[in-house]
């Protein structure tokens, strides 16, 4: 797919994003090889938007996780037009759920030193939380499946483990996978706070999950019980 194909489908996107700084700024990260230093500029043109008819003000952090976002969206998409609009239109709507109020200091990240295990077979459904969590201080290690969840909860000590609950693993489809890996880390005394972050809390079984410090479903929510779960 070329770069003016990628131009072409992004701007179709026009009926559904309708903040026109959000659409240059993807545009922008299309051709980030030659513009990337003009992106500074621009996050801080996107500090207030208005999309779908509601004004939103947005901050440095939310901003810079919308970038993040986009540049991993459209290096891992760009040959494939369905997803990469699909993902650019979820990524923006996670825009104004961010609920991180300003900036921190170099001097005042609340998760320092704060280490995260996040098990999804799918980690581009994550970046634009993980790249907020990072800028907070935390350090993120990527798992794809149960085992190898587990594997590196062997030799190396977390303060968190988020999870999805249907992944696919060894090639076949597993629709209780998060419940086997909670069940499995609590049966070999882990004690690592573990929380839920799914599409839909309603589809959870709320026995299977009971062991979970939370199960939540938004970028906002899963913030909150994040640096509720690391700073106490």
């Known amino acids: 797919m070329s770069t003016q194909e990628i131009v072409a489908?992004?701007?179709?996107?026009?009926?559904?994003?309708?903040?026109?700084?959000?659409?240059?700024?993807?545009?922008?990260?299309?051709?980030?090889?030659?513009?990337?230093q003009f992106l500074p500029a621009l996050a801080k043109r996107l500090k207030k938007a208005d999309i779908a008819g509601t004004s939103f003000e947005f901050t440095e952090v939310a901003v810079k996780a919308l970038q993040d976002s986009l540049e991993s969206g459209i290096e891992k998409l760009k040959d494939n037009p369905d997803e990469l609009a699909s993902f650019v239109r979820k990524q923006v709507e996670k825009l104004p759920e961010a609920s991180i109020s300003s900036k921190p200091s170099a001097q005042s990240l609340p998760l320092s030193g704060r280490s995260i295990l996040w098990v999804d077979d799918n980690p581009l459904n994550n970046v634009y939380e993980e790249s907020i969590f990072k800028q907070l201080g935390a350090t993120i290690k990527h798992a794809t499946s149960t085992g190898q969840a587990l594997h590196y909860l062997v030799p190396d000590t977390y303060d968190l483990i988020i999870s999805d609950v249907h992944r696919d693993e060894n090639g076949r489809s597993n629709p209780t996978a998060g419940y086997e890996l909670l069940d499995d880390i609590r049966r070999q005394r882990i004690q690592v706070p573990f929380v839920f972050y799914i599409s839909s809390v309603a589809r959870v079984n709320s026995e299977k999950a009971k062991l979970a410090r939370g199960v939540v479903a938004s970028p906002s929510k899963l913030q909150d019980l994040v640096l509720d779960i690391l700073q106490h």
Request: cysteine-free.
């Open 9 to 36: 489908f992004v701007l179709q996107l026009l009926g559904v994003v309708t903040a026109w700084p959000v659409i240059l700024l993807i545009i922008i990260l299309t051709f980030r090889h030659e513009v990337r």
